[in-house]
């Protein structure tokens, strides 16, 4: 999304001036579940291949659907660190935690880039929790993803959605405002997410994406 300038909240003062809308801060791919695979009796595709030889399907089935890339992101015009608020994207249904419009997203959102394997690797914002970035990084998914525990649910269980965080959408929040909005939890893993029994056992199947 668009970025803006801003400091970091408690112990940054707030910024000088509003810097202008910048691009590459929002990546964005379609949630989309995938039956849960035997992990003892086939090695999973995320295991065996880097992110450049996925294919389509493979590629969109990794975004676990958090919605955390989809907040809206400022920037210090002074030292370009980056924080996250919790404001999301025009777009952005915070029920469903999936893009309202995700054919289209580019078209109407032009700060709205494409995630890709050079990007997965090079955006230092990612969230640690982000498949994409876990991936690149050579590590594994988490219990949660919906690869890993079959149900679209074990996302919001595990509290690493933003599903009931997101104060608001883009639209509403004035550009002067943007700067109390700034939170810290979007680019940290949630301690319950480390242990497979935060969360309930997956109870739905997974929905086509």
């Known amino acids: 999304m668009s970025q803006q300038d801003a400091k970091a909240d408690g112990a ?10 910048a691009k590459g801060l929002t990546p964005c791919v ?19 291949k880097p992110l450049e030889e996925m294919n389509k399907t493979e590629w969109e089935s ?14 210090d015009e002074d030292t370009g660190a980056i924080y996250f608020t919790d404001v999301a994207c025009r777009l952005f249904d915070a029920g469903s935690c999936r893009c309202a419009d995700y054919a289209n997203r580019r078209r109407k959102v ?7 394997p050079e990007t997965a690797r090079s955006l230092a914002w990612l969230p640690p929790s982000c498949a994409y970035r876990l991936i690149a990084e050579g590590r594994d998914l988490a219990w949660w993803h919906p690869l890993v525990s079959g149900s679209t649910e074990t996302v919001h269980e595990a509290g690493v959605s933003v599903r ?13 405002d943007y700067v109390d909005h700034i939170v810290a939890w979007p680019g940290k893993r ?3 997410a480390k242990r497979r029994s935060a969360a309930p056992a997956a109870k739905s199947k997974i929905r086509g994406g």
């Open 12 to 21: 940054c003062a707030a910024p000088k001036r509003p810097a202008p809308a």
């Open 30 to 48: 379609e949630p989309t579940a995938r039956p849960r695979q035997d992990l003892d009796a086939e090695k999973p595709f995320w295991r065996e």
């Open 62 to 75: 990794l975004c676990d659907g958090c919605g955390r890339c989809c907040l809206v992101k400022l920037e």
């Open 110 to 116: 032009h700060d709205c880039i494409k995630l890709t």
């Open 164 to 176: 009931g965080r997101v104060a608001a959408l883009e639209t509403e929040v004035r550009l002067d």
């Open 190 to 192: 949630p301690k319950a």
